[in-house]
């Protein structure tokens, strides 16, 4: 079982701004979000961060930059990360961090504007087809 963790409101605040400031360092990023627990919990095993790259690492070279992003963080504020490339991530994903997390980061807005109506779009352009497909899935 992974640790939880239980901070206070500022304390989070601080941990917040030193990621942001980390995350300002690396020109790659257009905009971040954290989104989780850390947010929205009473305690955490982990803080969620969302980044959006541009240039986008070709192939498996993402994983390995949310690897090194996820060491990187980690070392800065003591606490366990999970850093998601949210680019290419599944539609589902992408809704709920835009819906539910917390812009962290924004350098450009255009940029991330535009991600946010493509992913809203999308995501509710494929609602009914979602609904069909776990109905279906629930009658067997």
């Not at 709920?96 to 997390?101: E, F, I, T």
């Not at 812009?103 to 995501?123: G, N, W």
Request: proline share 4%; net charge positive; hydrophobic share 40%.
């Amino acid at each position: 079982m992974r640790r939880r963790y239980s901070l206070k409101k500022k304390t989070r605040s601080v941990i917040l701004k030193k990621i942001k400031d980390l995350l300002a360092a690396k020109k790659e990023i257009s905009f971040a979000y954290v989104h989780g627990s850390f947010l929205d919990g009473e305690t955490f095993s982990d803080i969620d961060i969302a980044v959006y790259l541009s240039p986008m690492p070709a192939g498996t070279e993402s994983m390995y930059y949310e690897f090194a992003l996820e060491n990187a963080i980690e070392e800065k504020t003591g606490y366990p990360v999970d850093v998601r490339i949210i680019n290419k991530a599944p539609l589902s994903f992408r809704f709920s961090v835009l819906r539910n997390g917390k812009c962290i980061l924004e350098k450009d807005e255009d940029i991330r504007v535009a991600f946010q109506e493509s992913t809203t779009s999308m995501y509710y352009d494929f609602a009914p087809f979602r609904e069909q497909y776990l109905k279906e899935v629930l009658k067997q």
